[in-house]
């Protein structure tokens, strides 16, 4: 099997050990080819949620898509989102499952088209404490706020809405990485940061004692969740039956239930129109050739 070079022996050391534990749990942490075993599927899953709650979530379709496809459909995450990112790059997904942001660049970069989309939008907001001063993007001025990762994308999202209010990272304001949409929102109620930039279902899940405490001072436009994409290279009808199993198994009382547990709207074709609008929510430093 190949595998990404390691850019730190500790970093991908932890890596094996995850991918080994994934493994028995019926979920890789590694990328791997569908060279490896003929007639298998290699799937990305995007590393959004724990490892864990992947496995709980996707396994139903998992062995939906084995059974209608008639072959193998292994299901692989990456430790973080830059790992998941570059395993795209590498093309080491048969299909993979990413935000708009990252199935543009699956798309315009990595060889990948566009196959399907769940219907489901999201939302990022702007939460400050209801007790403080701050009402608006402008009092946010020589602030701290805090953002679960740099590559979500309500992370890039609230930075181009503070960019368009005149707000500037690094001048304007301090950018703190809290690695979770609830630490970024305690991050606040602690006094650490000034404000959050987190996902509008985030907050919804926070104890009450906590998000009672909060005031969104800004909402950012519906957002796409994930689409699904697919290796160019598959063949056309191959790619049509890849949709209609995802279809088909959306349509059964399983995937009903799979998409309402993950909150995932519906599974619709999709088309590489709807991703250009998301080119600009890409980080620059990953806005380029591999």
């Known amino acids: 099997m190949t595998r990404l070079r390691p850019a730190h022996a500790a970093i991908w050391k932890r890596f094996a050990i995850l991918e080994a534990l994934l493994l028995c ?3 890789g942490a590694g990328p791997a080819h569908a060279a490896d075993e003929p007639g298998g599927w290699r799937v990305g899953l995007f590393p959004n949620l724990s490892p864990v709650a992947l496995v709980r979530l996707y ?38 499952v ?27 907001i702007l939460v400050v404490r209801k007790d403080g001063p701050v009402r608006s993007i402008e009092d946010l001025r020589g602030a701290r706020i805090a953002f679960p990762d740099p590559l979500a994308l309500v992370t890039q999202a609230i930075r181009h809405a503070l960019a368009g209010d005149g707000l500037s990272s690094g001048t304007d304001y301090q950018v703190v990485m809290a690695q979770s949409h609830n630490n970024a929102a305690l991050m606040v109620m602690r006094g650490q940061a000034t404000a959050a930039g987190i996902g509008l279902i985030p907050l919804r899940s926070l104890p009450h004692e906590v998000a009672d405490e909060l005031r969104v001072i800004y909402t950012t436009p519906p957002l796409s969740t994930q689409y699904i994409v697919i ?14 199993a995802l279809q088909s198994f959306a349509a059964s009382p399983e995937g009903r239930a799979f998409l309402a547990r993950g909150g ?9 129109a709807g991703l250009d609008a998301y080119r600009k929510y890409l980080p620059p430093e990953f806005d380029a050739a591999p």
């Open 25 to 27: 749990l019926g979920l």
């Open 231 to 244: 290796k160019a290279s598959v063949p056309a009808p191959l790619r049509q039956r890849v949709l209609g």
């Open 59 to 96: 396994a139903p379709l998992r062995n939906d898509l084995s059974a209608r496809l008639q072959a193998p459909v292994r299901f692989y995450t990456a430790a973080n989102f830059r790992a998941y990112l570059e395993a795209l790059t590498r093309g080491r997904y048969d299909i993979a």
């Open 98 to 124: 990413a935000p708009p942001e990252l199935a543009w660049y699956a798309v315009d970069k990595c060889g990948y088209v566009p196959l399907a989309r769940y219907t489901a939008q999201i939302r990022g």
């Open 264 to 272: 995932l709207g519906d599974i619709v074709p999709a088309d590489a």
